[in-house]
């Protein structure tokens, strides 16, 4: 009879150890390695921020393009007020 003790003590043990051993992957494969599970769910969500971003903008050039009187550069000279001959002056020559 003590050896069928010694094989199922020891049959416990190794199911308890592939069950830590089985956990242990799982935990690691979550929080380990160089960036982890919420690493990369947190790079996902920057990602979709800086997309939007980006198609704001392109929204507004296109705008910008379509309207061009709605913004337009001033230029002015160096002492404030508009010279016709001056360098600084918004005017094609």
Known sequence: ?????????STKRSRVLTVLLLLGGVVFGFWGGEYSTVDWWKLKR????????IL????????????????????RCRSGSPGRNSAWSGRAK
Not at 58 to 74: F, K, M, N, Y
């Open 56 to 75: 704001r903008l392109e929204q507004e050039v296109d705008s910008l393009a379509r309207s061009p009187r709605r913004w337009r550069p001033t230029l």
């Open 46 to 53: 920057h990602v979709a921020r800086e997309a939007d971003a």
């Open 1 to 9: 009879m003590p050896r069928k003790r010694a094989a199922q003590s």
